[in-house]
């Protein structure tokens, strides 16, 4: 059984940063792919960035150039660094892998407030 535990979350203001960690129980690079889904209050849930089995990444329009994900090996961790953080980015952020199904952690809230 795969677990997957974020940390991280909290309230930050509008243009700070968090970083958000995803601790596997297993090592990450036997997975096709690892990333970050959100969802917030009412909407879908919706990809936030993925990192393939050979570090290719992809992002979602709305935070690339703002968002970083990266992942350590020796640490089984995939991480998410969110930089200028908007009040839209405020929803529950999910850790994912995949190796033919997904696996989920329980997620982390983020809320970007004055």
């Known amino acids: 059984q795969v677990q997957l535990v974020e940390s991280g979350g909290g309230l930050v203001q509008p243009g700070g940063s968090l970083r958000l960690s995803c601790a596997a129980s297993?090592?990450?690079?036997?997975?096709?792919?690892v990333g970050w889904y959100r969802q917030a209050p009412g909407q879908e849930r919706e990809l936030v960035a993925q990192i393939d089995f050979g570090g290719l990444t992809n992002y979602a329009a709305s935070v690339k150039g703002r968002f970083t994900a990266s992942r350590d090996g020796a640490k089984n961790t995939v991480y998410l660094q969110m930089n200028s953080l908007k009040p839209e980015d405020t929803a529950v952020y999910y850790c994912n892998a995949f190796n033919g199904r997904d696996y989920w952690g329980k997620g982390t809230l983020v809320t970007v407030s004055s």
């Open positions: 297993r090592n990450i690079f036997s997975f096709n792919r």
